[in-house]
């Protein structure tokens, strides 16, 4: 089996730098979650248990993210002992956060109330959305597209300001 190291920030070599796509974003309207571990995972998910500090996020029945608060190293050992197929998207994957069901509801036309869900945002992108609580929301997008989600998300924010 090949793998993929160059997505896993944390097998990259020490020199490398290491730098969000948001980093030069006015960030008012958000906050920037890229530096998250995040692992794609394959297999009977339902039956995965995640340990403190992971969030596991359904996609598919077969298939989860796994988004880990610190170096994916361990979890990705851990799952592939247990017989998962995991990939890591560390880098593959933007994260942000954003705060208002308004600012949501005019990003995207996803049910807000049936999340975690992936689908269509800021005309077109796609994104897996996860309500993290009350109107907070983690929006997980290309990082490639990552610049352009925060930008739209700004505009909203500043257009939904008195």
Not at 153 to 161: N, P, Q
């Amino acid at each position: 089996m090949s793998r993929l190291a160059f997505l896993s920030p944390d097998e990259s070599a020490a020199d490398v730098p290491r730098a969000s796509p948001l980093r030069d974003v006015e960030a008012a309207a958000f906050t920037d979650r890229s530096a998250l571990g995040k692992l794609e995972v394959r297999g009977d998910v339902a039956q995965l248990d995640p340990l403190p500090g992971e969030d596991l996020i359904p996609i598919e029945p077969h298939r989860a993210l796994l988004v880990v608060d610190g170096p994916t190293g361990p979890a990705r050992e851990r799952l592939g002992a247990l017989g998962y197929r995991v990939y890591d998207m560390s880098a593959a994957l933007a994260a942000l956060e954003v705060e208002g069901e308004s600012l949501m509801r005019r990003l995207t036309e996803l049910d807000l109330d049936a999340l975690p869900a992936a689908g269509s945002i800021a005309r077109g992108t796609s994104a897996l959305i996860e309500r993290r609580g009350g109107e907070r929301f983690r929006l997980f997008v290309p990082q490639e597209l990552g610049r352009f989600v925060a930008e739209v998300v700004t505009d909203l924010h500043r257009g939904l300001r008195p």
